[in-house]
């Protein structure tokens, strides 16, 4: 037996825009540099990313050991 579709109704997008227009950007960095806050300047080609680990290689199926 087949289940009623349950009578629901999307949530409305709440849109943000207003805080990436051009005034409010300066507005907030304003903000942040009066409360105290420092910019910082990254040079190019440096990254934010810290790799923990090497790559990650999987094999699927049964490794074959080799006997000699």
Do not use: C, W, Y
């Amino acid at each position: 037996m087949a289940t009623p579709a349950k009578n629901s109704k999307s949530k409305p997008v709440v849109s943000r825009s207003d805080d990436f227009s051009p005034d409010s950007i300066e507005a907030q960095t304003a903000r942040f540099l009066a409360s105290g806050g420092k910019v910082q300047q990254i040079p190019l080609g440096v990254s934010g990313q810290v790799a923990t680990s090497g790559p990650r290689h999987i094999t699927l199926g049964k490794r074959h050991l080799q006997t000699q």
